[in-house]
Every structure is written in C-alpha cells, then in structure tokens.
C-alpha cells in the first residue's frame, strides 16, 4: 500500500477542529534538534509499505488501532513512543515521502489518545514521544491542515504539564530518566515552556542519581537499557543545543559515562553482551547509536556497581559478571550470571550466556523464559544443581550473593582478574573464586574456578558442580582422544583448543537467543565433578592455533 493510500485511511481529520478547538493562538517549536543518528532504512521502508515491524512482530498500518494495540509490550511501547520516526526518515527519499505516513499515524494517534489522560499517558511513554516529535517534527508538521498541528502541538503541550506531575511516578531506573528528559526537551523547544526548565533539570538530576551508578552503567545492569540510556540522553544533548543553552555538567556527565558503560558490554561484533536477560541486538544497530550520539568515551574497563569487567588484547575481549544481581526494584526479571564470561576474537562470539529477549518481543515459553535466568544458563560454575542467587516462582530474585570482591592487575605478560562471591556460602558452606588471566598478545585466556571453604557449616559427603562454557553460534566443538579438551572451529576467528583439569568433560547441546530474539541450537563446554567439604579447583585455558 503507497503513503497516500494509508494517510486516507489514517487521517480523517475533519473530526481534529471539533475535538481539538483552541481558543489560543496554536504553539510553535522554538527549533528542531537534529538527530545524528541513522535510522533502520530497512525498517523504514516497511512502514512506507504500510507495515509497523518489531522483532518478529508485524502490525499493518492500514487497519492500525490504538485501541486494540494498547499500551503494554515491546511494539506497543515503540509504536506509542514514536522513536520509529528515526527509521522512517532514513527511508524518506524525499521529506513529504515519510510526512504522509508519519502524520497519519500521529492523526490517529491523536484522536485516540489525544483528548484526556489515558494508559498512552504513561510517564515515560510521553517522555519518548516528547523526545521524538521534537527531533522529528518536520516529518510530523509539514501539513498545511492548520488543525493537525494545533492538535500535535498543543497536545505536547499538555503532555509535558502532564510529566510536571507524573515523570516521578514512573518505575525508577530507564523509565524516569526518559520522563524527565522528555520533558527537559520540551522545556526547552517548546514555546512558552522554559518557566518549568529548573523543575525538569532538577527532576532528570534525581532520576539519574537514583539509577545511575557512579560508573555510569544503571543499576539494573541491563546492556539492552545501557543503549536506550545512551541514545535518550544523546537526543536530550540535541534538543540543548538546537536551543543554544549550554548543556548542565550534570546531563554530560551522566551521557558520558553512559557511554563508558555501555563500551564496556560491547563484543568483537559490535553487538552487547547476553546479560541480564537480554541479547546481542543488531550489532550494527549499536554502532551507528554510538557513532552518531555525539559523545566519544573509551570502553569502562574496571566497573564498580555496573559490575562488567573488561579484558582486550589484540582483536580478544573478555567480559566478567563482577557483582551481585540487580535489585528486583531496578530490574524485575534479573538474572543469576556472577562470576559469568563471555568471550570473542574478532567479530566471532567465542563463549556466550544463553541471553534472554531483552526489549524485543518474544514467545517463549515460561519455562524456557525461567531457565534463561539462572546460573546453569550463564559461562559459569554451578554447584548442586542450584542458584548463586535463588530465582523464585514470581520470577523475582531471592537470596544470594551479597557480596563480590574483585582484584585486578595489569602486568607484562597478561592481564589478571580475581573475583570471589558468597552465593554459595549459606547453603554449603563454599565461596566461588574465578581467575582468569588474558595474555597480552590475546592467543590465550587461562581461568581457575575454586570452591573455598569459610566459615563452620559444612557440606556432608560432596556436592556436585558444573563448569559451563556455553560457546557462540556456528561453533563447533569436538573433544580430544583423552577427554580433556576439545577443538573449537567457527567460520569467522582461527580454531581455538581448549583444555581443563579437575572435572570430566562433556560436550552437550545448548541454545543462544540471537539478536532478533530468535532461539539458536548451539554447544557447550561442561566440566562436572564432586566438591568435598574442603573445596576444589577447575583450571582450564583457551589458546588461539595461531
């Protein structure tokens, strides 16, 4: 279906005058920021065709209605949002091109949300929204229909005096910040708006400070989050300078640390590390974010609450889950991944977590959803049977780990990372204590997983424990004559071997949720044997063939 055809069925706007009467003179934008940020041209062109595209779910705008689509999930977040406007202008060969399809869907948008507070009211969905009409209002207001952009613009209005009241109401954490920055954004491009810009920079300022760790990484240690983290504050960074006001110390502060943090997850490919939930997204996608966000940080290193610990040489990075889980309140289906790693060469994903759907839609099975978040399905030791850190029936978090010690050092010949946590420590009376040390020439990454004793309590007998190197797509693995290693072959990095002592190793199927939050068939690595009341180590080591 072309854009004419689907801004006829949209548009409908003689009923705008009679639902949006305003007795003032229409609002104005005081200028457009410009979003250096390339849209998904793919994407783009599907909703010139006429179809609203996340993941795996299609939406057809022709028969779009609100009210059947709602207000809770992935695409309805999106759609409500509007930050599909990006992609729809990277498509547009010609601005007019995408304004049809843009102001048709903002029409509707408007006569089925526009006239009184509603579920689309949600605090941080009118944040995005604030943020991307104003980023993209010449795809929204190009009409001369004088009765649309009253409507548009007025109704922004009064979403940002609706943010006045409720941007704190939003669930902490990426729903707030986007509230407030949403409204500094209109405070500052809005005509008549800067009487409440102090109210807004106050209100971001504690947002940030409430979900942002001092490292810049937020506290619900989500990668998936860290990027719309990035890329909100980047937009609000726009909307400053389009006004010519300097940008507070506070908001490029927190921008570049985000940054930091973020750089901190990314893999050889350019995608985020399987954390907390989330997948690798469109590695692609996250380059051009960071390229085009205006800010430039080097990649966080050694984390403090964030918790992802880095180690590179030479084209191999390593990545550590240093610290306690998330709080339920930050993050409601956090996972129980201390002490995991992840590892790449190159652009080939080497070792993974199993990774979760993050912020795209999915339908997986409860069940499968679940066993994404515990301890077996992370790069990581697991003892009998069980959670570092318990995940309940509601799918919350129990108790755990606590405490996370971490010593790092950088020598010559290899850089060296210890970290210890206490997730075990209730139950059977033993510390996990992971070592790893990346040579410096990057062909080569040795670890050491032990089981200390502390404390009285301890175990009767033994204990069974597994070490998971669960590997990435396209990875094969086949184990040595004497059971002790295997050969790792992938299309995209050199073969690499392995080998371990202290368990029996087994080669046995895993799964990996891809970028698009699609379920891969994979392998993984698995050292199992018996811990004794007074502990036990696993060494192990990767090595590059050449």
Same mark, same amino acid.
């Given at each position: 279906m072309n854009e004419?055809?689907?801004?006829g069925r949209?548009?409908?706007?003689?009923?705008?005058?009679?639902?949006?009467?305003q007795k003032?003179?229409p609002?104005?934008?005081?200028a457009?920021?410009?979003?250096?940020?390339?849209?998904?041209r793919?994407?783009?062109?599907?909703?010139l065709?006429?179809?609203?595209?996340?993941?795996?779910?299609?939406?057809?705008?022709?028969?779009?209605?609100?009210?059947?689509v709602?207000?809770?999930?992935?695409?309805?977040g999106?759609?409500h949002g509007?930050?599909w406007?990006?992609?729809?202008a990277?498509?547009?060969?010609s601005r007019d $091109?995408g /304004?049809?399809?843009a102001? %048709?869907v903002? @029409?509707r948008?408007l006569?089925?949300h526009g006239?009184?507070?509603? *579920? #689309?009211?949600?605090?941080?969905?009118?944040g995005?929204?604030?943020l991307f009409?104003?980023a993209y209002?010449?795809y929204l207001?190009?009409?001369?229909?004088?009765?649309?952009?009253a409507?548009?613009?007025?109704?922004?209005?009064?979403?940002a005096?609706?943010?006045?009241?409720t941007?704190?109401?939003a669930?902490?954490?990426?729903?707030?910040?986007?509230?407030?920055?949403?409204?500094n954004?209109?405070?500052?491009l809005?005509e008549?708006?800067?009487?409440?810009?102090?109210?807004?920079?106050?209100?971001?300022a504690?947002?940030?400070?409430?979900?942002?760790?001092?490292?810049?990484?937020l506290?619900?240690?989500?990668?998936?989050?860290q990027?719309?983290l990035?890329? $909100?504050? /980047?937009?609000?960074?726009? %909307?400053?300078l @389009?006004?010519?006001?300097?940008?507070?110390?506070v908001l490029?502060? *927190? #921008?570049?640390?985000?940054?930091s943090?973020?750089?901190g997850?990314?893999?050889?490919?350019?995608?985020?590390?399987?954390?907390?939930?989330?997948?690798?997204?469109?590695?692609?996608?996250?380059?051009?974010?960071?390229?085009?966000?205006g800010?430039?940080?080097?990649a966080?290193r050694?984390a403090?609450s964030?918790?992802?610990?880095?180690?590179?040489?030479l084209?191999?990075?390593?990545?550590?889950?240093a610290?306690?889980?998330?709080?339920?309140?930050?993050?409601?289906?956090?996972?129980a991944?201390?002490?995991?790693?992840e590892?790449?060469?190159g652009?080939?994903?080497l070792l993974?977590?199993?990774?979760?759907p993050?912020?795209?839609?999915a339908?997986f099975?409860a069940?499968l959803?679940g066993?994404?978040?515990?301890?077996? @399905?992370?790069?990581?030791?697991?003892?009998?049977?069980?959670?570092?850190? #318990?995940?309940?029936?509601?799918?919350s978090?129990?108790?755990?780990?606590?405490?996370?010690?971490?010593?790092?050092?950088?020598?010559?010949?290899?850089?060296?990372l210890?970290?210890?946590?206490?997730g075990?420590?209730?139950?059977?009376?033993?510390?996990?204590?992971?070592?790893?040390?990346l040579?410096?020439?990057g062909?080569?990454?040795?670890?050491?997983?032990?089981l200390?004793?502390?404390g009285r309590?301890?175990?009767?007998?033994?204990?069974?424990?597994?070490?998971?190197?669960?590997?990435?797509?396209?990875v094969?693995?086949?184990?040595t004559?004497?059971?002790?290693?295997?050969i790792?072959?992938?299309?995209?990095?050199?073969?690499w071997s392995?080998?371990?002592?202290?368990?029996?190793?087994?080669?046995?199927?895993?799964?990996?949720?891809?970028?698009g939050?699609?379920?891969r068939s994979t392998?993984?690595?698995?050292?199992?044997?018996?811990?004794?009341?007074?502990?036990t180590?696993?060494?192990w080591?990767?090595r590059?063939?050449?």
């Amino acid at each position: 279906m072309n854009e004419p055809a689907i801004a006829g069925r949209f548009g409908r706007r003689p009923l705008l005058p009679r639902l949006f009467r305003q007795k003032r003179a229409p609002l104005r934008l005081l200028a457009v920021p410009r979003d250096h940020v390339q849209g998904d041209r793919a994407r783009g062109e599907q909703l010139l065709a006429g179809t609203f595209a996340r993941g795996r779910s299609l939406l057809p705008l022709a028969d779009l209605d609100f009210a059947v689509v709602g207000t809770s999930g992935p695409l309805a977040g999106e759609l409500h949002g509007f930050s599909w406007l990006r992609d729809l202008a990277a498509a547009s060969s010609s601005r007019d $091109r995408g /304004a049809k399809v843009a102001e %048709a869907v903002a @029409a509707r948008w408007l006569l089925a949300h526009g006239t009184k507070p509603d *579920a #689309a009211w949600r605090a941080d969905l009118w944040g995005e929204r604030l943020l991307f009409w104003i980023a993209y209002a010449p795809y929204l207001l190009s009409t001369h229909d004088s009765a649309y952009r009253a409507a548009l613009l007025n109704t922004a209005a009064r979403g940002a005096r609706h943010l006045l009241s409720t941007a704190d109401q939003a669930l902490p954490g990426l729903p707030r910040i986007t509230a407030w920055a949403g409204l500094n954004a209109a405070s500052l491009l809005l005509e008549g708006g800067s009487t409440g810009i102090a109210r807004a920079e106050s209100g971001l300022a504690r947002a940030l400070a409430s979900a942002q760790s001092a490292d810049g990484g937020l506290l619900s240690r989500s990668p998936s989050e860290q990027l719309l983290l990035v890329d $909100r504050l /980047a937009l609000l960074r726009t %909307a400053y300078l @389009a006004a010519k006001q300097q940008v507070p110390d506070v908001l490029e502060n *927190a #921008a570049t640390a985000a940054l930091s943090a973020l750089g901190g997850v990314v893999m050889g490919d350019g995608g985020l590390g399987s954390w907390q939930w989330g997948n690798s997204g469109n590695p692609a996608r996250v380059t051009v974010l960071v390229d085009g966000c205006g800010l430039r940080a080097r990649a966080l290193r050694q984390a403090g609450s964030w918790g992802y610990h880095r180690l590179s040489a030479l084209g191999t990075t390593a990545v550590i889950d240093a610290a306690a889980p998330p709080p339920s309140k930050m993050a409601p289906l956090g996972c129980a991944s201390t002490l995991a790693l992840e590892m790449s060469d190159g652009p080939q994903r080497l070792l993974v977590n199993c990774g979760g759907p993050g912020m795209s839609p999915a339908d997986f099975p409860a069940e499968l959803g679940g066993a994404l978040r515990t301890t077996a @399905a992370h790069s990581t030791l697991t003892l009998g049977d069980t959670n570092s850190t #318990a995940v309940l029936a509601d799918g919350s978090l129990g108790k755990g780990v606590t405490d996370v010690t971490v010593a790092r050092s950088d020598g010559d010949d290899f850089s060296r990372l210890e970290a210890e946590h206490d997730g075990y420590l209730r139950r059977f009376g033993l510390l996990h204590n992971r070592g790893l040390a990346l040579g410096n020439d990057g062909k080569e990454l040795r670890g050491l997983d032990r089981l200390v004793p502390r404390g009285r309590k301890r175990i009767r007998g033994t204990a069974p424990f597994s070490v998971r190197f669960h590997l990435g797509p396209n990875v094969e693995a086949t184990r040595t004559a004497d059971g002790q290693g295997a050969i790792l072959r992938s299309p995209a990095a050199p073969p690499w071997s392995f080998r371990c002592r202290g368990g029996q190793l087994e080669v046995e199927e895993s799964l990996w949720v891809d970028g698009g939050a699609r379920l891969r068939s994979t392998l993984q690595l698995s050292v199992t044997g018996e811990v004794p009341p007074e502990g036990t180590e696993v060494g192990w080591q990767f090595r590059r063939s050449s």
